[in-house]
């Protein structure tokens, strides 16, 4: 007996990730570290509705398709969650390599309030009437009024950040682990469990359709939330990687706490912009949001 999962696709091309970090227009996901397929498709393999343009299907086993539906189930029934953790990335550029670790915290409440802090550097959030983006460095920032938030209606800059620094928030705010992955999907297929600060996670490779690249998905096995995204990019992976300057890069977003329970205050969301800061007139501006890589 087969079953049917929307695998769908949000609109930003999965390369922006790069852009979050130090690469001028690009994004990443990630290739799948070292593990056996744990079942190619058969007659127990189950059907994957993909987001692709073509609407194409995806064979996935058995074994996929009920972790993906507990993936799904938690994010869609989840309604509060802290989430912290760090990024680690590594750049091997043709004129050299750069490499940094950066800490954050997060916060999400349903149905329309988050929280995302960079290392005290960039904040990102929304009150539930007000989505808003400050970057303390150039003490300046961004506000705008919302009705609804989603993947889908926030500024594309702030889902291309979140998808690079913060993806389990953004599947929190989808009600989706795979929508903010932002790419067309090939195949899914389970691979060994891998260890993620000591805890050893149900892991799921994913490959792009259009790219010979995969993203390493690593599942907390308690609440189902995603405990680390891995990528691993590599230039001849990506038609434009050679004119873009970069011969390999490496992300891993790790998540240290994992909370769906957590004491919020009233007015944790809230937030007024600092005095004496600059009103950015839109998200668009070059030069804007540049980190420590830069």
Avoid at 132 to 152: D, M, P, W
Avoid at 249 to 277: Q, R
Wanted: with cysteine.
């Amino acid at each position: 007996m087969t079953k049917l999962i929307k695998l769908t696709r949000h609109g930003l091309p999965m390369l922006c990730i790069l852009a979050a970090f130090c690469l001028p227009a690009c994004r990443a996901p990630d290739r799948a570290s070292s593990g056996a397929n744990k079942g190619g498709t058969g007659s127990d393999s189950h059907i994957a509705s993909s987001g692709a343009r073509d609407h194409a299907r995806i064979e996935v086993t058995a074994e996929v398709a009920s972790l993906l539906t507990q993936i799904i189930k938690a994010y869609e029934e989840l309604n509060m969650a802290e989430l912290d953790g760090h990024i680690w990335a590594r750049f091997e550029m043709t004129d050299g390599e750069k490499e940094f670790n950066q800490k954050f915290n997060s916060a999400f409440h349903r149905p329309n309030q988050f929280k995302h802090v960079l290392e005290q550097e960039l904040l990102i959030g929304s009150s539930g009437e007000k989505v808003f983006l400050y970057q303390n460095s150039a003490n300046a920032f961004f506000q705008t009024n919302v009705s609804e938030v989603s993947a889908g209606t926030l500024p594309p800059l702030v889902v291309q950040l979140l998808q690079a620094q913060n993806p389990s928030l953004l599947m929190a705010i989808a009600r989706n682990p795979l929508t903010p992955l932002g790419m067309d999907i090939e195949q899914i297929r389970r691979v060994e469990d891998t260890t993620a600060e000591g805890v050893s996670c149900p892991t799921l490779s994913i490959k792009a359709a259009e790219a010979n690249f995969e993203v390493l998905m690593l599942v907390d096995p308690v609440t189902k939330l995603l405990k680390r995204l891995r990528v691993d990019i590599r230039a001849e992976d990506l038609k434009a990687g050679g004119e873009m300057g970069f011969k390999r890069v490496l992300t891993e977003v790790t998540y240290t706490t994992i909370k769906t329970a957590p004491d919020f205050e009233s007015a944790f969301f809230d937030w007024s912009p600092p005095e004496g800061s600059e009103r950015m007139v839109s998200l668009q501006e070059e030069g804007i949001l540049k980190t420590k890589a830069d």
